[in-house]
């Protein structure tokens, strides 16, 4: 017989949204969080640059506010970016009271600059900021005694009557299914990177909180922004590694074969430009020859003492910073949209929330600011916490529905040239420059690869293919919405409609089911 777990909040996500907001939830009633890996094992836990918000007596809410909006493109929801900023100083707080240290200057906080900030406002701890946020956050998860289940994968929400009741939970070692019934239920799964060929990201980053949601009928929005990062190194039958921007901040200059520095001819501001109009930069340079990342003007010492991981990975890697440039190439690093939620976090199903890179709060708009994601993360689910505690005078699902059994006897045979089939097709047609005629040939192609994942999922669940099904269902998702959008803003970039169409695409697209609408 399937176990059955009640709780009072289930949080699905273990990166710095889920586990903020279950810390501040235990204040209030039972909290478990599910992850489908270790608990340390998060895209927040590969963070390099750090965390931005207004911390210096020269630096301002309005600046921030207007630094976020104007990358956003327009489309920014402007009381969130009011909400996230405002909120920012006492996030930093929270944080600080949880064990995170940020590194000093003296007894202030030390602040850097990325691109599309005018201000130094971004607190980091080296360039490893989110692994000692992850650390610290487990450490208060651990002594709060918060239940945590590990390699478990959530495959589908428990929605009845448009209200959300917790969700069936995979046991990835032991193969069983239990339900984990809930009063509030939180998606902070993190991002899609995994659904391209070159991505920054974990191999967790499968769109499982977004393609779960859309399932249940929850609304999703603006996921044609897809962000890529233009500093990305590239090894063989290795994972890209992320180069954080702060590199830039530093004053780190991007040269092209030819050993220009040829930012100046895409953006005034140069490499500190946008993260869209720096990855287009490179794309365009790329097609004469390698480019490069160049950081030799700093010291060793300064260099190991900023960036003392980038430094050691790419040492290991065969590349001394100290003495030469980088290679870098763009890879899929962010999504922008996702889940569209209130202010609280909450979604268009009653009970359910998300928060994180899962979530589309109108933060991001068009195009995120650099450092803004985990500020997001930590404020949102913040406020989440005194919407989510209204439901637990609520009661649980009473029937519980039965689902499929796990096993499918031959489905890894396939896995691996779906998974490979769908990450080349979404690089090549849906990537940092799209074409009308390639995105429609890869929404052809998608529609196919889905039926055939959901065929081989018909009659039973497999561990393997519950990841390839989500993929598949966000991939689709992300390819309409850019298919529909006839222009180009912020990270969507269409070649035949090259410019920013204010008069007929100041708007966001929104689905629901197979419903879709513009807004």
Partial sequence: MREVIKTDFLVIGSGIAGLSFAIQASENGEVVIVTKKEIMETSTNLAQGGIAAVLDKGDSFESHINDTLRTGCGLCNRKAVETLVKNGPS??????SQDVEFDRDRKRLALGIESGHSRKRVAHKGDYTGKEIEESLVASVRRKGIEVFENCLAVDLIVRGGRAYGAEVLNL?????TTLLSKATVLATGGVGQVYAQTSNPPIATGDGIAMAYRAGAR??????????PTTLQSKDEPNFLITEAIRGEGGVLRNVSGEAFTARYHEARDLAPRDVVSRAIFEELKKGKVYLDLRHRTRAFIIKRFPMIYRECLRRGIDIAKESIPVVPAAHYLCGGIKVDLYGESSIAGLFAFGECASTGVHGANRLASNSLLESVVFSTLGVTRAKSYLESGFLRSIPKKASVEVEGADDCKDEIK??????????????????GLAYALS???????RVERI???ALHSNFVELRNMTTVAKLIT???????ESRGTHYLAEYPSQDDENWLKHIVFEGDRVELI
Avoid: P, Y
């Fill in 91 to 96: 996030a930093i707080d929270w944080l600080i």
């Fill in 173 to 177: 070692k032991e193969g069983e299914v």
């Fill in 445 to 451: 192609k998608l529609t196919d690869l889905k039926k």
């Fill in 220 to 229: 999703i929005e603006d996921v044609e922004f897809v962000q890529f990062h």
């Fill in 480 to 486: 309409r919405a850019a298919s529909i959008r006839r």
């Fill in 420 to 437: 490979k089939g769908l990450q080349d097709l979404m690089w090549e047609c849906v990537g940092i420059v799209r074409r009308i005629d």
């Fill in 457 to 459: 999922n018909e009659d």
